[in-house]
């Protein structure tokens, strides 16, 4: 499965992905794709969408949300439409996860789940402070999500402003992931996005 990883600034958000896509037939076999795409789609000059866990799920998204000159408006119905097509994927046969990061806004990020009852979170950098998300299937567990957080702050710490830092710490944070995850590919994409 493919592993993302976001850290938000207050200036930029910078996401990084393998090029990895799963997809779970209905008897719940993992079909892994070596893709030469990433997890990630931009849908405008300031903000894009990551989904992990569904190659499927990830191709409609691309097709629903064509990039646009203009920032979309993430409201209240935008959100509800992620959701569905999130959680039209049963959890019971496949872990899928997606983000949507708006920089044109104040550099938020939020994120949702498949699983039952799972609600929209929201994160932001605090008093120049990164906020860091991360998106992995079933093969890292909330322990090795845990570790990746712990290694992320120790690898930004007191270089959380500077872009540059973070797309290393990012594609470290990937070389780790892929070491506990055999799924996780070794090739990565990034994208960053900037404040107006």
């Known amino acids: 499965m493919s592993f993302v990883s976001i850290i938000a600034s207050n200036q930029w958000v910078s996401v990084v992905s393998d090029g990895n896509q799963v997809e ?3 008897a719940g076999e993992v079909q892994i794709s070596l893709s030469k795409k990433p997890s990630f789609v931009r849908i405008s000059e300031y903000q894009f969408i ?3 866990g569904s190659e499927k799920r990830l191709k409609r998204i691309k097709r629903l949300f064509t990039f646009q000159d203009h920032p979309y408006k993430i409201d209240s119905a935008m959100l509800a439409q992620l959701k569905e097509e999130v959680t039209s994927v049963p959890s019971d046969r496949q872990d899928v ?3 949507i990061a708006d920089a044109a806004e104040g550099c938020v990020c939020r994120m949702i789940s498949n699983k039952p009852g799972a ?3 929201t994160l932001r950098p605090e008093y120049d402070r990164a ?3 991360f998106l992995a299937g079933k093969g890292i567990d909330e322990q090795k999500i845990s570790f990746l957080s712990d290694e ?3 690898l930004l710490r007191h270089k959380e402003g500077k872009l540059d830092n973070a797309i290393i710490v990012q594609t470290q944070l990937n ?3 892929a070491t506990l995850d055999a799924t996780i590919g070794s090739r990565v994409f990034h994208l960053s996005i900037k404040a107006p």
């Open 131 to 133: 906020a860091t998300l």
């Open 119 to 121: 609600r929209w979170i």
């Open 24 to 26: 779970a037939s209905n």
């Open 152 to 154: 992320c702050n120790r």
């Open 97 to 99: 996860l997606l983000a």
């Open 175 to 177: 070389r780790i992931a």
């Open 50 to 52: 990551a989904c992990t």
